[in-house]
């Protein structure tokens, strides 16, 4: 089933205890469609510069991602990222952030866009999600991200947004800071009431919760030793996961939990290398014999108590 | 199967943002006893002063733990610990420690107890934990716990203990401590190779990992919303699973996964109340409905990708 997404398209740079690149693609619609195009064909709209690469696009187009909603602006500059990731590789630091294009982004969708049933509004201001929102008259599933700066600069939007969508995918630390509460349970519980029917809390390392209406659950993240670039893993996370509700066509909780479990394993191919290096090189085999082995490590047999 | 347990004793006071308690029953030897009595009957070995209730060790022996090993000292004071937690519940800072007799604790255990197959040195100096260790000849598990203190003071004592032991469990902090590296999947790895069979580590409200020979997994925490005061939760972990272990009588790996599983339960309910309160209110059958629970919550069903 269609997959639309909108969000950012970028050049990153980034800094690891390790290593650096410079210039490698990023953005999180860049993320999120190409670990959707493992399940799905995406629509993917963003804004670039003319200093994008159109191997990129290209590239993107080869995994059937549509890009009709890309929008090259003709003497502009593509919105860049230069980060550096501590010792833990979890905490970062934004060293430059140049928006570029992307502060006059104007998310106008071609017209093949708006008839999408499965549409992810990636983190950006809470007004223009809902101008996006506004020209998808067809949606079975709407999930959006967001994240610290549009929490505290435009709450209200915020809070507007959250009454007209499906779900909401959310850092553990944004989830915390929305909610004013240390305890992610009561903070899920407590975002699920400003209106999504489910929230989904990234915890990035330890993994994600969900919150729907009858269940609440923690998922842990596929425990791997090689983290090389975590920037993407959320991106990436929603991607797999609403690509897996758009492959499937079903939005029921059962189809919901393995839909989280797809975003869990598609992330952890993510963080393996920098930019999409490591999801260039898997197919969906590999994340399905991870899924295997996921699975294996979730299954135990505990014997009850006598008596 | 026998279990005995060598550790502190203590009266703790305990501060929250919401609470506090003076004076309560704590110590790694008596969260870790309770814990392991809904499984198996428990040997506690430790030391009081004159001033701890008798009510307690009563307590205790009601449960079917076996005091013999408890000594008291008489004219001493107990182990006292005075802690407060911030407003996220998972860091504390100790406001004050008076290690009263535990500074003279000899730790020479009762005849019976040591014929203990399952032995667990609860957190303390690795020189002691080896002269327990040194007077228990049958055992078929010996598990240790350790911290931060003792990885700082006593690196070569702690190596040595490592090198004796089928298993550590220890903190995330912990271990990235002791192996200077902040990836949880490559420290685990590490520390297996200092000596231990199994590793597990403690990851608080994000669960538990497991380094075996052949596998290594993650086991999320069961979500709560309710945290009143997470003194013990470690210990409690600990209690469960050896508790499990005992009555069980196997250390295979299917075996341990469920034992992590039983005190991944059995901790979830010490944090719900201050000191031993929610643990005495409960019983087997509470732990048991809870692994239903939790079973389901690690359930998925997803299809792989077609072709």
Not at 14 to 22: F, M, S, Y
Not at 174 to 186: F, G
Request: charge should be negative.
């Amino acid at each position: 089933m269609s997959l639309c997404v909108v969000g950012s398209v970028a050049l990153d740079s980034v800094e690891t205890p390790l290593e650096k690149r410079d210039n490698v693609l990023g953005g999180s619609a860049v993320f999120f469609s190409y670990a959707a195009s493992f399940y799905a064909p995406v629509q993917l709209a963003g804004v670039v510069g003319d200093d994008w690469p159109a191997e990129n696009t290209a590239m993107l187009q080869s995994r059937g991602i549509d890009t009709a909603g890309l929008q090259v602006v003709r003497g502009g500059k593509t919105f860049r990222w230069r980060g550096k990731y501590l010792r833990n590789m979890n905490d970062r630091e934004t060293l430059d952030l140049q928006l570029n294009v992307l502060a006059g982004f104007d998310p106008v969708l071609p017209e093949s866009y708006r008839r999408a049933k499965f549409l992810f509004l990636a983190n950006g201001s809470p007004v223009l999600q809902m101008k996006t929102l506004d020209q998808c008259r067809e949606t079975t599933l709407v999930v959006a991200d967001t994240m610290d700066f549009y929490i505290r600069t435009e709450p209200n939007e915020l809070r507007q947004l959250l009454k007209r969508i499906d779900g909401l995918v959310i850092n553990d630390s944004e989830a915390k800071l929305l909610t004013e509460d240390d305890n992610l349970v009561r903070a899920g519980k407590t975002v699920r009431a400003m209106g999504p029917k489910f929230v989904v809390i990234k915890k990035g390392e330890h993994g994600a919760m969900f919150f729907g209406e009858d269940e609440i659950y923690t998922l842990p993240a596929y425990p791997t030793e090689k983290v090389v670039d975590p920037t993407g893993a959320g991106d990436s996370f929603a991607g797999g996961m609403m690509g897996y509700l758009a492959e499937r066509n079903q939005v029921d909780s059962a189809t919901l939990k393995a839909a989280l479990v797809h975003g869990t394993l598609t992330a952890s191919f993510t963080v393996e290398d920098f930019s999409l290096d490591r999801l260039r090189q898997i197919d969906r085999k590999d994340i399905d014999r991870r899924m295997d082995d996921y699975r294996g490590m979730l299954s135990f047999h505990a014997m009850p108590g006598r008596g």
